[in-house]
């Protein structure tokens, strides 16, 4: 069982262990060079590559990226379906490189909208790099943290119809464990790009306790000197999960 922070304090390292990243500001960055919104997105991979490589290289363990929110459908449909067919190239061009770097892929989200090649697509890679255990890259798509609680909540009542009648017994065990990333740790660093400062539906459950790291840079500008920016930010952060700061000094000097 995956430790949650508020019951139990859960151990911090140095380098994150989860890092989640919501990857904003395609649409500005390709704007400010009168490129289509569509050529950030395109542009966009690239940062992708370089962030699961250097989380790869520095020893994260998991790493949590925001690619498509349930909200994003209400973008023009050229924009939705350049953004499909992108997930689908990366799908065909990409797996053999995560294969490679020991990485296993996962897709989060309500995977029932998307077109069936792109479901295909998805748990053939899924089931290619099923074995890696290097780092563990999560893309959220048509993921909403709303959808995701009641999601888990109505799993939770099918498998344990009695709640019904119980619902003093529900407890954030028995809801966690069907959220979608119930095998993951919870983010210790959340990132996003482009400048916004919200959080966007995304994983509003798990980030509970999670250091947050709002960036001025766009997505695709966002390499690996920006993420280790990030990274130094974080390890200076004192986390006290509640407690004073003299306690939490204490317990580290001990
Ligand atoms: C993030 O960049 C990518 C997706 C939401 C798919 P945006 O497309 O939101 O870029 P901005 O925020 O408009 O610059
Ligand atoms: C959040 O970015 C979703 C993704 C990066 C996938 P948005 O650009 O959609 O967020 P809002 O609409 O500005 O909050
Ligand atoms: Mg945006």
Same mark, same amino acid.
């Given at each position: 069982?995956?430790?949650?922070?508020?019951?139990?304090?859960?151990?911090?390292?140095?380098?994150?262990?989860h890092?989640?990243?919501?990857?904003?500001?395609?649409?500005?960055?390709?704007?400010?060079?009168?490129?289509?919104?569509?050529? &950030?997105? =395109?542009?966009?991979?690239?940062?992708?590559?370089?962030?699961?490589?250097?989380?790869?290289?520095? &020893?994260?363990?998991?790493?949590?990226? *925001?690619?498509?929110?349930?909200?994003?459908?209400?973008?023009?449909?050229?924009?939705?379906?350049?953004?499909?067919?992108?997930?689908?190239?990366?799908?065909?061009?990409?797996?053999?490189?995560?294969?490679?770097?020991?990485?296993?892929?996962?897709?989060?989200?309500?995977?029932?909208a998307?077109?069936? !090649?792109?479901?295909?697509?998805?748990?053939?890679?899924?089931? !290619?790099?099923?074995?890696?255990?290097?780092?563990?890259?999560?893309?959220?798509?048509?993921y909403?943290? %709303?959808?995701?609680?009641?999601?888990?909540?109505?799993?939770?009542?099918f498998?344990?119809?009695?709640?019904? !009648?119980?619902p003093?017994?529900?407890?954030?065990?028995?809801?966690?464990?069907?959220?979608?990333?119930?095998?993951?740790?919870?983010?210790?660093?959340?990132?996003r790009?482009? &400048?916004?400062?919200?959080?966007?539906?995304?994983?509003?459950?798990?980030? =509970?306790?999670?250091?947050?790291?709002?960036?001025?840079?766009?997505?695709?500008?966002?390499?690996?000197?920006?993420?280790? !920016?990030?990274?130094?930010?974080?390890?200076? %952060?004192? %986390?006290? *999960? &509640?407690?004073?700061?003299?306690?939490?000094?204490?317990?580290?000097?001990?």
């Amino acid at each position: 069982m995956v430790t949650s922070s508020t019951i139990e304090i859960p151990t911090t390292t140095s380098v994150p262990q989860h890092v989640a990243i919501i990857m904003d500001g395609n649409g500005r960055w390709a704007s400010k060079r009168l490129l289509p919104r569509t050529a &950030g997105h =395109a542009r966009g991979v690239q940062s992708v590559r370089s962030a699961v490589e250097t989380c790869g290289t520095l &020893g994260v363990r998991y790493l949590t990226l *925001f690619a498509f929110s349930s909200e994003n459908w209400r973008r023009p449909a050229e924009e939705v379906s350049l953004l499909m067919r992108l997930f689908v190239q990366a799908l065909e061009r990409e797996v053999s490189r995560l294969q490679h770097q020991g990485v296993r892929l996962r897709v989060i989200g309500d995977l029932s909208a998307f077109e069936p !090649k792109l479901q295909d697509l998805i748990a053939q890679a899924q089931a !290619k790099t099923a074995h890696n255990d290097q780092l563990h890259l999560t893309i959220a798509a048509n993921y909403g943290g %709303r959808w995701d609680m009641l999601q888990a909540m109505q799993k939770m009542m099918f498998a344990n119809p009695e709640l019904g !009648k119980h619902p003093e017994r529900i407890d954030e065990h028995a809801l966690s464990e069907h959220l979608s990333m119930s095998w993951a740790p919870e983010p210790d660093l959340f990132i996003r790009t482009g &400048g916004e400062q919200r959080v966007s539906n995304f994983l509003i459950w798990q980030l =509970a306790y999670t250091e947050l790291f709002f960036t001025e840079c766009y997505w695709p500008d966002f390499n690996a000197e920006e993420l280790k !920016k990030a990274f130094e930010w974080y390890r200076l %952060r004192e %986390r006290r *999960f &509640g407690r004073t700061s003299a306690q939490v000094n204490t317990l580290s000097t001990r």
